[in-house]
């Protein structure tokens, strides 16, 4: 099993901030990493997947990098409709995960 | 457009058994590649992965749970069936269908969730 450490686990900040979330891998995983954002009572949608590619549709404030172990989100510009809790997944082997998952908040 | 709904009890009781069925549009689960999986998120709680079942009939289970969990599909209901046995209140969680594209390709289509509560 491919075991997850995302952080942090809360992220409070402003509209218009960089916000950056890192996700580390217990071991190497390629580039096979997506990124999810879930607002509450709703199903995750996929942001970012193969690291750095970004979803149809998905504005470019949201960008993702990394290889190996070691990944990291960004949203650049962080806008009200992007306050939610964002999770990282491995699809490289089977079990897939999820991380524990980033709630961001207004400050 | 790809679409997938959950349904199944909202309600079971401690050692009953869960069926969930997942049924989805605008693909085939016969077509080369395309997968379909569950996941579920107790309340308050992260994403956890289940179980994912594939066109040619591969099926993958999560290992702390793959002793309780049966994954099947039927392709030409469109559906995709789940059954969790002896279900106890820690599996109290809103469960999630999604569609993979392919092997190592992640969720790129959700259903809406199903809430389920285990109590007697």
């Known amino acids: 099993v491919i075991w997850m450490t995302q952080s942090p686990s809360l992220l409070s900040a402003s509209t218009g901030d960089r916000v950056t979330i890192s996700c580390r891998m217990s071991?190497?995983?390629?580039?096979?990493l997506a990124w999810y954002q879930q607002k509450p009572g709703k199903a995750p949608e996929l942001l970012i997947y193969?690291?750095?590619t970004l979803q149809s549709g998905v504005p470019s404030r949201f960008s993702g990098s990394g290889s190996g172990t070691d990944f990291t989100l960004t949203i650049s510009c962080l806008q009200s409709e992007d306050f939610a809790t964002y999770y990282c997944?491995?699809?490289?082997?089977?079990?897939?995960?999820f991380g524990q998952g980033t709630k961001v908040e207004i400050k | 457009q790809i679409t997938l709904k959950e349904s199944g009890p909202t309600l079971v009781k401690p050692t009953q058994t869960l069926t969930l069925t997942c049924t989805f549009s605008?693909?085939?689960?016969?077509?080369?590649?395309?997968?379909v999986g569950w996941i579920r998120q107790p309340p308050g709680k992260a994403l956890e992965w289940l179980a994912l079942?594939?066109?040619?009939?591969?099926?993958r289970y999560s290992p702390s749970l793959k002793s309780r969990l049966t994954i099947t599909k039927d392709t030409s209901k469109n559906q995709v069936v789940l059954t969790m046995t002896n279900m106890d209140p820690v599996d109290t969680a809103t469960y999630y269908c999604?569609?993979?594209?392919?092997?190592?390709?992640?969720?790129?289509?959700w259903g809406q969730g199903t809430l389920v509560t285990v109590s007697s």
């Open positions: 193969a690291a750095s």
């Open positions: 997944q491995q699809y490289y082997s089977f079990p897939w995960t």
């Open positions: 071991q190497g995983i390629s580039s096979y």
């Open positions: 605008g693909f085939s689960l016969s077509t080369s590649g395309v997968g």
């Open positions: 999604a569609h993979s594209f392919g092997f190592r390709d992640p969720y790129g289509y």
């Open positions: 079942i594939y066109w040619d009939d591969d099926k």
